[in-house]
């Protein structure tokens, strides 16, 4: 009833979009997330946002624009606010919209999940919107960021009509269709895309213009959306609470909106036709027109399908697909009418897994559709199947599979594509090197380390050839799940026609190894086609690269025929005084070699590019990268293959995985997931509920480090503060006795023990070079300096080449030498500290890492009985990221237990595990109580009220329960049964240490009201918060833990509010343990108040200040800043102990002295803080005085305090 | 009684000009120089080294954290280029220049050609009515010559005062074999003036923590005698405006330069030590000083002193050395 109105008010902006749909369109190389947030922006007054992967950078270029002051089509700059959660996002879109406004958020996976009970309301109100998702694996037996669409069909119930993209161009769109028709037909919509297949992909977009934007949204229908909303002048009731009389009634009204809505989508996708020439059907058939077998499917796997099916249809195959995007609400009869008359078998592709279901939603629409609309005799049979969970690829070969099974008289049902199901033999299996791309297509693969520049040159190069009107491009990205070291794949496809195939190169005609090392590691040029071309960045010069090579390598290049480029880059970069930078180097390589255009084109391309993005930074940058493009072509050479193997005695490869002595499942699935063949694990081969076993890492040699430390044991005073710092848990130390040393390798080193009272017994330390990641913490950490050059201290960095193999050989002794005995370490001091065994090693967090130094603290002084929730974040990430974890045992097989629930409920989940431990102590006591006659009264009363606050009093429970355990087994009879009951909880005996670990993410903003309910409830927890102050793992969000004056993603302006103060707000309760702690500051205050917390009988909080490569640091000063940050106030170290007030002591301790150094002393030495001074320095001085101020008046405060 | 003088071309209405200091690098604090009476300001300085080692320190923090890992591409917004440039600097001559009415030298420490070129034009374009040249160069590499590093300097002033309309002065180094000829070279390579001397950071050692410390004390009075030397060498023997730097605490220092043959007097330990009311104290007690001896102006005063009109011109060569052991003996 109102398009027409709508229709007949909007002629005017219509006909000035079919303006700019006459002007030439303008394209753009873009990823999906920033096609789908271009329009979203424009079209909306509020964006109330939350990071999650992969939906983040949605939110981020939102809150980018409007810092920038991009306008919406209306001409105002939008709103962009973020909250402390999902939950809080779809609270902030309800009421916006409410109360009028057009309001979107970004999500994605959890939190989607987070907005439903927002989403039924909503819908349940028919208020227009649109939440833009980029979708995503829901977490269950493990997490995933990658794609699927469990997290939408999650919501497919709240009432959202949901419209699928399965593009980039779509992702762009779309995002408009979706509001347009949002608003015409008052139900709210979610628009989807796969998180990272669409949301990450770089492909050329043809852009909408404003005129575009504005022709297809009726101001008429926003006009009547504001005179809808709350308003006191025009009061109504929302929200009402009905009784059993009237709310069916209620739910059924608003059935006519929801029958229209189908229509108004289509019709929505016909104007936008009529505007931009690209025409879209809510379910698009493709395929041969008189096809017998069809799949149906959503999203991106739909391109690969499509692409596919035509492939096949032209060779005369009678197959097709029909495409769902809308998927809520169904339209029956639209889709049933986009098949052939000729369809005799459907599959229907889920992406999306539901256990115990009659089949997956898509498939059981289908069946239903059909079964509505066809008679039985012509309805064709249908099958479903799973495909591309958790990103798995999806490629021709499946999709031919899916075609070839639907010839069978009777297809195999509920199938799954893309993996090995040996238990169930739901799999199809599959041709991996079918191929349906165009000749024309050129391919391109890339192999690099991350932050090394290998991903920002080819995002360069795919928007230099973007601009180019005859290519069409498509990039994507694959990271592994390190943060230190980590690999990248760039896949790039360059093409005069549009690229279709989203999903990774099969083959390649060019290959980019810009690290060397990747030939030992990974089967670099299994991806390579027949004849392509490999670019090797490394030292050695074109004769001497083939001795160097891998034989099965040369045995590659043999069988492929591989023409093999050199170059130097590194050398090349650092002549032309571009420093450590070698993409501009490596680029220039890839336009000279790769054949894509003539090469003076190319190159001319490419100093065209460099002139426009280093421009502004002055003539002689520009002269220095084209001095670079310049020597490279001067350093590439091509190198002549022999035709044979090469045989030399060379050096054997650095070993990077050492299975000797791994356990099967470390070897079988394991080390597979590691050398990059985890695709080929069968489904029996993986834990059916997500457990994993411990301590991984250890055989992973990761070897990311080109400089390592080195004892100089001569000068060393043994004081352990390497050791402590070492965020992976690479310096370790033992005492020895002397006669032990009989057998040491050559070369292993160890000093006479620096304490009195322990004869012949010598001290010795050792690196784990292999798995070091060369941050320099320990050198920064080291207090000597040699007497003879103050340069020189105890512990060193020097270049790792060639000292691995005596490394080994030191480590293998070290190894076998006897753990020192727990009893004889003096927990109390840092020195002392060094000699107990870390359960927490080589984890893949950054180099320099400022929060695993505490993990590794903490299971060095509990892990043998320490339980550990784990917040999502970094430290979930590096703690639980596949192939290989951290979290480990020591040599009595004991080690932390560690799970990971959500992001929101950490507190909570740790909460749970404290109730279980104490309900199982309470058990074996009360069972030890009946048997108390057969175990021995001394033995039983010990064991209930023995104290067990110190290691000596957990050490003699430990040798109770073994005693325990053995008189349990000679019980008999009835007691016998008691016994087994009582052994089953019996370990629980020795006290449990239970851990909830999480960033200020989690503490500050989305677990936030969970952390006061826990610390509230008076158990026995212990919350360690990794303050970095930021949302480090999505990249560097602010929270509420980000301090005034720093600039982080959605503060680009500098953070306007001051950090809150968590421990002050947990002080409040005064039945609470908390402290503020510093490693870098004070050690030894840091290991006085994780052990003052975890021996506090009540719950316990410790805020830990943890340097961040999100601050913008020299990570190897890290420990530096930490001082920096409590001498000069800003982080002052305190405890509050409410044991003491039991004494009549004062509970609150300051553990710091008076500033003695300015906050701007702290501050200058972070880009975080620095970086507001770059774009804003006025208003950067503003708030560093605020900030000073307020340093001054929490000084104040807690002197008061400690008074 | 009159005070003005005439500086690199610019009218004074007196000599005593706020040196180069912290004071300088806020626009509250020039205002407050110009409120408390300063002839003229020169801004701190602009380090191209410290420009360029900025860029450096912020494309390796944030090279080295983008594209690493999936989750996070950046940890920084991408909003803010974080171009690191002489923006803040340029911005703060023109506001500067539009709040007070005071002449503003802008001053610059070049390492490259295009720093110093570049830079010394933006300057100008901003508004700075001269510019002092900083130039610092310290010859740790052993195999460099004396030749080379005068060489240098006298580039560096022929390029910038060829590619810039302002009077340009150089922020001279006590440490020339010959300094007043390298005084002359400079002056013919261009420069319109010359400010004696540079003070440079030296380290200190902390014994302690064995670590090296660089910090910059502020002058004494004591430390007048090598500019108060070179001053009086040079005065009416070059084609320049001379200034003076260094020591200057009280009237007495202002007079001695004066009379040495400074064209003006420059002050910064002084007025970080008093705040900026102190130059209001130094031009009461030069009037006083001048009337009680019965100067009438500074242009009188400038130079009396000097080799060229000095009673005994002798003193500032070698036998001044004789005799001043001499005085020294006789004091015990």
């Known amino acids: 009833m109102l398009s027409e109105k709508a229709t007949f008010m909007n002629q005017q902006a219509y006909a000035d979009g079919l303006e700019s749909a006459d002007s030439k369109p303008r394209t753009a190389t873009i990823d999906g997330n920033e096609a789908c947030a271009d329009v979203a922006f424009r079209v909306n007054e509020i964006c109330s946002i939350f990071p999650i992967t992969p939906a983040t950078s949605m939110a981020e270029l939102a809150d980018q624009w409007a810092g920038e002051g991009r306008m919406n089509v209306w001409g105002t700059v939008p709103d962009v606010v973020e909250m402390q959660s999902e939950l809080g996002a779809a609270g902030t879109l309800h009421g916006g919209l409410q109360a009028g406004s057009l309001v979107t958020s970004f999500t994605s996976s ?453 023409t093999l480029y050199v170059i130097d880059a590194t050398r090349v970069a650092k002549e032309t005084g571009m420093r450590s930078h070698t993409n501009t180097v490596l680029q220039t390589c890839y336009f000279a070699i790769s054949g894509l255009m003539p090469r003076e084109q190319a190159i001319a391309k490419i100093k065209h590019s460099i002139q426009v993005t280093y421009g502004r930074k002055g003539k002689e940058v520009v002269q220095r990268n084209f001095d670079a493009v310049d020597q490279t072509l001067a350093n590439l050479h091509r190198v002549v293959l022999p035709e044979k193997l090469d045989d030399p005695s060379r050096l054997p490869p650095i070993a990077w995985m ?270 030890l109580g009946k048997l108390s006659l057969e175990l021995g009264e001394v033995l039983v009363d010990e064991l209930i009220h023995s104290p067990q606050r110190l290691e000596s009093d957990i050490r003699k429970q430990r040798a109770r329960v073994t005693a325990l355990k053995a008189k349990l087994t000679t019980l008999k009879g009835e007691k016998a049964i008691e016994a087994r009951r009582l052994l089953s909880v019996a370990d629980s005996l020795v006290r449990r240490s239970v851990w909830i670990i999480g960033g200020d993410g989690w503490a500050y903003d989305i677990g936030s009201s969970g952390v006061d309910h826990v610390l509230a409830s008076g158990r026995d927890v212990n919350l360690m918060v990794l303050d970095n102050e930021v949302y480090a793992n999505t990249g560097g969000q602010s929270s509420k833990a980000t301090p005034l004056g720093a600039v982080a993603k959605f503060a680009s302006a500098g953070k306007r509010s001051g950090k809150k103060d968590l421990a002050l707000q947990a002080i409040a309760y005064g039945n609470v343990y908390v402290a503020r702690i510093a490693m870098g500051a004070n050690p030894q205050q840091t290991l006085t108040a994780i052990r003052e917390a975890e021996a506090y009988p009540g719950p316990s909080l410790v805020i830990a200040y943890s340097h961040c490569i999100a601050h913008g640091i020299n990570m190897e000063h890290g420990m530096e800043q930490q001082r920096l940050a409590v001498h000069s106030g800003y982080w002052p170290l305190i405890r509050y102990n409410p044991e003491l007030v039991e004494v009549g002591d004062n509970p609150f301790i300051l553990d710091s002295a008076r500033p003695s150094v300015s906050l701007n002393a702290f501050c200058e030495n972070e880009l975080r803080y620095r970086a507001l001074r770059y774009t804003q320095p006025e208003e950067a001085a503003r708030l560093l005085e605020m900030a000073q101020q307020q340093v001054t008046r929490h000084w104040a405060l807690y002197e008061r305090m400690a008074q | 009684m009159n005070l003005s003088t005439r500086y690199l071309g610019l009218d004074l209405k007196h000599p005593i000009v706020a040196s180069s200091s912290p004071q300088s690098k806020t626009l509250d604090g020039i205002r407050r120089l110009a409120d408390a009476g300063a002839a003229a300001i020169t801004l701190f300085s602009l380090f191209e080294e410290q420009i360029r080692a900025e860029q450096e320190s912020v494309d390796f923090l944030i090279g080295r954290t983008t594209y690493s890992s999936a989750e996070s591409l950046s940890y920084f917004p991408q909003s803010a280029e974080y171009s690191v440039g002489p923006g803040e600097y340029l911005e703060l001559i023109y506001q500067a220049t539009q709040a007070v009415d ?57 390029t910038v005062s060829s590619a810039v309309s302002v009077p340009i002065t150089v922020k001279l180094s006590p440490y020339f074999s010959s300094t007043g000829h390298m005084a002359r070279r400079l002056v013919e390579a261009g420069a319109k003036g010359l400010v004696l001397f540079n003070r440079f950071y030296q380290p200190d050692f902390d014994v302690e923590g064995r670590v090296v410390q660089s910090r910059l004390d502020l002058s004494q009075p004591s ?110």
């Not at chain 1, 949002?182 to 998180?195: N, Q, V, Y």
């Not at chain 1, 022709?215 to 006009?223: G, K, P, V």
């Not at chain 1, 490394?538 to 090579?549: H, K, M, Y």
């Not at chain 2, 004066?258 to 007690?285: F, R």
């Open chain 1, 110 to 562: 959890q939190g989607l999940l987070l907005m439903i009970p927002n989403m039924f309301k909503v819908a349940g109100e028919l208020l227009p919107c649109v939440i833009h998702v980029a979708s995503r694996a829901l977490s269950t037996n493990a997490l995933t960021i990658f794609g699927d669409h469990q997290d939408v069909m999650a919501v497919r119930q709240t009432g959202f009509a949901m419209l699928a993209s399965a593009n980039v161009q779509e992702a762009h769109d779309f995002a408009l269709i979706t509001q347009a028709a949002s608003l015409e037909s008052r139900i709210p919509f979610l628009h989807f895309f796969d998180g990272f297949r669409t949301s990450h992909e770089i492909a050329k977009v043809t852009m909408l213009e404003d005129g575009h934007l504005r022709a297809m949204l009726d101001e008429e229908l926003i006009f009547a959306h504001r005179a809808r909303a709350m308003s006191p002048d025009r009061p109504n009731m929302r929200g009402t609470v009905q009784n059993p009389d009237v709310f069916f009634q209620t739910r059924e009204a608003a059935n006519p909106y929801f029958d229209r809505c189908p229509g108004i989508v289509q019709r929505t996708m016909d104007r936008f036709a009529e505007l931009t020439g690209r025409r879209y059907k809510a379910y698009e058939y493709s395929g041969h027109p008189e096809a017998e077998r069809v799949i149906v499917l959503m999203g991106s796997g739909a391109e690969a399908a499509r692409e596919t099916a035509e492939f096949l249809a032209e060779q005369g195959e009678k197959v097709g697909v029909v495409q769902v995007r809308l998927y809520r609400p169904f339209d029956v009869g639209a889709f049933i009418d986009a098949f052939p008359k000729t369809t005799k078998a459907v599959a229907v592709l889920d992406r999306t897994k539901e256990p115990g279901s009659l089949g997956e939603p898509l498939y059981l629409d289908v069946v239903a559709a059909f079964a509505e609309r066809r008679s039985a005799a012509s309805r064709p049979s249908i099958t479903g199947g799973r495909f591309g969970i958790g990103g798995k690829e999806f490629h021709a070969g499946m999709v031919r599979a899916i075609f070839d099974e639907l010839r069978k008289p009777v297809p195999k049902n509920h199938f799954t594509i893309g993996i090995y199901d040996d238990q169930g033999d739901t799999h199809l299996d599959f041709d991996e090197n079918f191929a349906v791309e165009p000749d024309s297509t050129h391919a391109a693969i890339f192999y690099g380390l991350g932050a090394d520049g290998t991903v920002g040159a080819n995002k360069n190069t795919i928007k230099i050839i973007g601009d180019d009107p005859e290519f069409f491009v498509q990039a994507y990205f694959l990271y592994d799940s390190k943060k230190s070291g980590s690999q990248t794949v760039s896949h790039l496809r360059f093409g005069p026609t549009p690229i279709r195939s989203n999903y990774l190169i099969r083959s390649a005609k060019f290959i980019g190894c810009h690290v060397f090392g990747f030939l030992n590691k990974m089967d670099v040029l299994a991806r390579a086609a027949h004849g392509a071309t490999l670019l090797l960045n490394c030292q050695f010069g074109p004769d001497e690269v083939w001795s160097r090579l891998p034989r099965h390598v040369q045995a590659q290049m043999i069988s492929k025929r591989i």
């Open chain 1, 658 to 927: 050492d299975l000797d002595g791994a356990p099967d499942f470390i070897k079988n699935v394991t080390a597979k997931i590691i050398a990059g063949e985890g695709e080929s694990l069968p489904t029996s081969a993986l834990p059916v509920d997500g457990g994993f076993p411990s301590g991984s890492a250890k055989w992973e040699k990761r070897n990311v480090a080109d400089t390592v430390p080195v004892w100089n044991a001569k000068d060393c005073i043994q004081c352990g503060n390497c050791s402590f710092v070492c965020p992976h848990s690479c310096i370790r130390t033992r005492l020895l006795h002397d006669s032990l040393l009989d057998n040491a390798p050559a070369g292993f080193e160890s000093i006479a023990i620096d304490a009195k009272g322990f004869p012949e017994t010598r001290y010795t330390l050792q690196i784990y070079m292999e798995d070091c990641t060369g941050c320099g913490l320990c050198v920064d950490a080291c207090p000597v300096r040699t007497k003879e050059k103050a340069s020189v201290r105890a512990i060193n960095m020097v270049e790792k080449d060639g000292l691995e193999i005596d490394n080994r050989r030191h480590l293998a002794f070290f190894e076998t030498l006897p753990v020192n005995d727990r009893s004889f370490v003096d927990f109390g001091t840092v020195r002392g500290v060094q000699f107990l065994y870390p359960t927490f090693e080589f984890s893949g967090a950054c180099a320099g890492c400022g929060e695993t130094p505490y993990l590794k603290l903490t299971s060095q002084l509990f892990g043998d009985r320490m339980i550990v929730a784990n917040a999502s974040g970094c430290s979930s990430v590096y703690g639980g990221s596949l192939p290989t974890t951290p979290w480990s045992v020591n040599h009595e097989g004991r080690g932390p237990a560690w799970a990971t629930s959500l992001f929101e409920d950490n507190a909570e989940f740790g909460l749970g595990m404290r109730l279980s431990a104490d309900r199982q102590m309470q058990l074996a006591h009360q069972i």
């Open chain 2, 102 to 158: 005071v002449p503003i030298i802008a001053s610059l420490n070049g390492i490259t050609e295009h720093g110093w070129v570049d830079y010394a034009k933006d300057m100008v374009d901003a508004g700075a009515r001269a510019i002092e040249l900083n130039i610092f160069f310290l010859p740790v590499d052993i195999m460099t010559t004396s030749q080379e590093v005068e060489e240098q300097y006298v580039r560096v002033v022929e």
């Open chain 2, 223 to 332: 430390e007048i005698r090598l500019p108060l030397l070179w001053i009086s060498v040079l005065f009416d023997r070059l084609h320049c405006s001379l200034a003076a730097t260094t020591g200057v605490h009280s009237s007495l220092e202002v007079v001695k330069y004066l009379m040495a043959g400074a064209d003006a007097v420059m002050t910064t330990s002084s007025l970080l030590k008093h705040g900026e009311g102190h130059i209001a104290t130094l031009l009461t007690d030069l009037q006083e000083w001048m009337s009680s001896h019965g100067f009438e102006s500074v242009e009188q005063m400038k130079g009396s002193m000097s080799l060229k009109n000095c009673a005994e011109p002798e003193a500032f060569v070698r036998s001044n050395y004789l005799k001043v052991l001499q005085s020294y003996s006789g004091h015990r």
